[in-house]
């Protein structure tokens, strides 16, 4: 009898430190895991690809499925004042912080069914599987499904107290603002500052979650040790020419809101890959006014996405666009106004942490690659709070935000996995 | 008693011709017909400026209200099997073919009040004008208001039978297909073909409409003769890209269908211009998805809008967009598609009619200048059957197509007083 197979038979018993991740690792269901994702894939589905952005009908039956999973793994899901949803599995010292793991499962406009969902299931699966093993830990395990990731980590930012009663008036991609998706999902928005959490309430936050860019599948690395998640800046560009006729008006006479966006969206690109280096820019989102084929257009509304994991970086690319702004205003007789809408900061993984990751996939046979998260994750939110990690797993051609995202069977139950072991050596 | 006034008494009496346009000139109430475009106004008006795009709500109102001017006029209005509406005064030979006058009253989204109501109303005028002022014509004279015209000149296509069943579902602007929309404005579908005129069946067509580029208005001239009107022509060009996640996708990995768009609009811009001449073209429409700010654009459908007087310079130019498509897919890894929407011939103007307006401008003592339209219009189609000449008065600032549209009362008068004594002169 190995000492696993002794704490499992003796989860009544006071706790002994269980061993490091070199000890023969635990194995979560994968056939269980990979069930429900793709059970989960018809919930939001449309031509265009997986809807369910949140506070829309579909992400409300996404978080039904959801909680139905909590409750079937015996972790008694309750909601917090935003709406985001906890499930405990005791540990044996309920006076300790708990380990905090989970993602979230609303998506993208025309989406995939990995990001998200991938690292929630998983995080219920890890905790289904301790419990069926009777692996007892002593910490307490939290599992959580944020609300609204994709909007802009809503759910994580209202756990950190970062939402302030102004910001609840924000208009979400389903259109509902802030304030009336809480009250469709079942939180009370009356008492959101309930859901904040301090600095020692959580011992760490570990999420899984699929990679969205091509660098393990690419390289065939099967683990990715996130060392850091990029500082992201949005803004908002509002372009404002003149409505005029689009036969009648000569060439020399236009101020034209539509090429002046474009002239900017080809600048934009231009300048930041001038430089060598992973910082990214995009113009993902645009539109016109009157948006009309015989009228030149009046009023363009563009976003800008910038990233990069160095600040500097972010504040002098941040300044290049805002000249270009003003080049391009003057050559085009329109007139730029930018507004930021997001600026979060790049957060560090803990080393620790990232020991547990690294050593879990170690001890399960896995490769591994240390790199950053260029994509936005809850867990840049909750670093700020507590020592935070992230695993990933590679996404089929690097593609994600689209109905093409994919991410094989065989990798997510590694990376549930590796989140399983983590979870054991964090909570020991 | 000079001609004229023996003419208004003694309607009754066998026609005598009437003089050339050097005789004093006929005068219509501008007052009155201010006053309806003052009164129309209010018709579509929304804060983006006036929305009466065909067969919408806004549509059938002031629809009902130039019925109405009908009716007051005496004009016994009727509608064609596609929703024209048409009224006549009747001359003294009623085997002659009628002198067509009118425009259209619909408009684009966000668009102005004279685009289309001042010819359309000056037209009821005119009429009016004629009746109370007892001047009995010989040949009848019809009064006609085109349904959607900003939509792709509808009514005058089917007046010339160049609408096939295949059409009628094309989608208008205002959601409803061609085949609903006709409908809606009291027509039958079904007989959609009656609606065609033939070779002869009207002596010539006389539009009034604001001239839509600044030309007149910088130069201080009253009145535009018009030689022609352009040739147009429309394209959709739809270009797939890949979506993937804007913060973990490396700026080389990109498939971005927004920065082609983007690129796509700045080359049109740049070789339109490269060569001097009165040639333009727009983009003026662009619809990207999933149009969000943090994924990679996957699609974009933007339209071109090219213009002008030379065939041979739009299937230049056509050609020559066609080869900066096939670059930029190329070098951004998407794929255009260029779809033909709409391809109209330049219109010339006749050379009889454009003579009796400039004599009537002449008459009033107005400057005038002759200029192509760069806008279409339905005399374009008209011209197809019958000889054809237009009207232009100064637009403000050349600005159509937009709220800020404006031309001045006395403008108005006097086109209204120019098409008046045109018409008389062409019905003798």
Redesign the interface.
Known sequence: MNRRQFLRQSAALPLLPLAGAADPPLRVDGGRLNGWLAAFDAIGRTP??INRVAYSAADLAGRAFTLDLFTQAGLAPRLDAVGNIYGRLEGSDSSLAPVLIGSHVDS????GNFDGPVGSFAAIEVARTLREQHVRLRRPLDVVVWQNE?GGTWGSKFAIGEVTDADLDAVA?SGKTIREGIGLIGGDVSRYQSAARSRGDIACYIELHI????RLDRAGTQIGVVEGI?G?R?FEVTITG????????????RQ?A??A??????AV?DA??SETG?Q?A?????????????????QVVL?V?L?DLRPDVLTRFYQRFEALAREIESSTGTTFVLKG?VDSKPALADPQVMGWIGASAEALGLSTARMP????HDAQEIARIAPMGMIFVPSVG???????EYTRAEDITNGANVLLNAVVAAAR
């Open positions: 265009g690809g993208v406009t025309d989406g994709e991609r990679e969205q860019g091509g990029v992201i949005w003149l409505a005029n006729h689009a036969g009648a008006t000569a060439m020399d006479q034209d539509m090429l966006a474009a002239r900017f969206t080809v690109n930041i890959r992973p990214v995009t113009v993902g989102r645009l539109v016109a006014s009157p948006n009309t084929t015989n009228v030149i257009a009046s976003t996405d990233r809408l998260s260029g994509a936005g690097g593609i994600s935000h689209s109905p093409r």
